[in-house]
């Protein structure tokens, strides 16, 4: 009888214990599918940011996260014209959500090495990216045209994936960007927005081309030596109001290859100038100086109508698509004080993550030093945008 009631106690702990392990062993898949999105996309940004940063992705992270990319060259149909495009497709997921990436100021456009590199790596990854190419952009020139371009692209591959997409704006076309998504007749085909080294308004940067300094919105004061290149692009866009019109060809023509950073073309074009041309490139490079500074100042009030038609500021209270703000600590082409400005008018449920980091310059992973929290953070930030690029459209 003994021996029974023993065997029944002992047979009861057994089947408990097996109760409590299929139970635990069901949490933690349970648990694993819940947090399976999460840890996806937290792969998915770690390879990103491994690629952009050209450091190698390991071959486990990349047999999770990463898969073949179709590339091909598009056109969009624009209100101003054809907008050429490139498109990359992760083969395998050729129905994947879209991304609109949507390069800075630089004369290469859509082929800037850096742009191919993000678009190629957020395509390996499950995503159908479109880089239009902004004429003006290109040509460094910031214009309201460029606003049309971002938001007739971002409609059209809208409509050609079925459903809203992300846009990601670079510098100044995050600016851009950001103005777009505020317009009645582009904003339902904004899924989200990330802007990375934006401006919020184009007075503030101008004014911190002169005086390397621009005012936080709690009070404090960012202080940088400005980069040339903020001055040289707002130069080119105006160059009839620094130098007479029989001298705008020669002059423009040497100032683009100075912002091209092609010297020893540069050299050759300034060759052929004259002795008056000449002081007037001279001028026009030298950012440091009183009295270019002065005439920079001069030509942004001027103008002060055109920047206020680029900048965010004022435009941000309606805007109901999620913001990501993303800027470098040490950026002195625009001071990422202009993120903390574009954060603090953007209404709450859009605000959906805000960095400063010191692992960005501009535009480049190329900060100083930053330690470990930083690059935690970075990763952190880049996981919420992958995560919500990737979900399902429905779930904005």
């Not at 940063?53 to 091909?72: E, F």
């Not at 190629?120 to 371009?149: F, N, Q």
């Not at 081309?209 to 030596?225: F, I, K, M, N």
């Not at 073309?265 to 004259?274: D, F, I």
Request: glycine share 8%.
């Amino acid at each position: 009888m003994q021996v029974t009631i023993r065997t029944r106690a002992r047979d009861d702990a057994k089947r408990s214990w097996l109760r409590l392990y299929v139970a635990a062993l069901l949490g933690c898949v349970s648990l694993a599918v819940l947090l399976w999105p999460w840890l996806r996309s937290t792969a998915q940004a770690l390879a990103v940011l491994l690629q952009v940063g050209n450091q190698p992705v390991p071959v486990a992270l990349r047999l999770l996260t990463t898969g073949p990319v179709v590339v091909h060259d598009v056109v969009v149909p624009g209100s101003a014209g054809a907008i050429h495009a490139r498109e990359y497709v992760p083969l395998l997921q050729p129905g994947a959500p879209g991304l609109v990436v949507v390069h800075g100021v630089h004369h290469l456009g859509m082929d800037e090495p850096r742009l191919v590199a993000f678009a190629r790596a957020m395509a390996s990854c499950g995503l159908r990216v479109l880089t239009p190419e902004l004429p003006g952009i290109k040509d460094y020139r910031v214009s309201p045209e460029s606003i049309v371009a971002v938001g007739e692209a971002t409609r059209w591959y809208a409509a050609q994936t079925g459903a809203p997409v992300g846009v990601l704006g670079l510098s100044f076309s995050g600016g851009l960007a950001l103005v777009a998504a505020t317009r009645p007749e582009y904003r339902d085909a904004f899924r989200f927005v990330l802007a990375v080294g934006a401006q919020a308004a184009m007075d503030h940067v101008a004014t911190f081309y002169q005086t390397g300094a621009e005012t936080r919105p709690d009070g404090t004061v960012e202080r940088l030596a400005p980069h040339e290149y903020g001055s040289l692009v707002l130069e080119y866009e105006h160059l009839e109001d620094f130098v007479p019109p029989q001298d705008l060809a020669a002059v423009r023509t040497v100032l683009r290859l100075h912002l091209y950073e092609d010297e020893p073309a540069e050299q050759a074009a300034r060759a052929g100038l004259t002795p008056a041309q000449q002081q007037e490139v001279t001028a026009l490079t030298d950012s440091a100086s009183a009295a270019t500074r002065a005439r920079v100042a001069e030509v942004a009030a001027r103008h002060a109508d055109e920047l206020q038609a680029l900048s965010p500021h004022g435009r941000l209270a309606t805007i109901t698509v999620p913001v990501y703000l993303l800027h470098g600590a040490a950026d002195n082409i625009i001071p990422s004080a202009e993120t903390l400005w574009l954060a603090s008018e953007l209404p709450a449920q859009a605000r959906r993550g805000v960095l400063i980091s010191p692992g960005l310059s501009h535009l480049d992973m190329e900060g100083q030093g930053p330690g470990w929290a930083d690059q935690m953070r970075l990763l952190a930030f880049f996981t919420r945008v992958m995560h919500n690029a990737t979900a399902p459209a429905a779930g904005r």
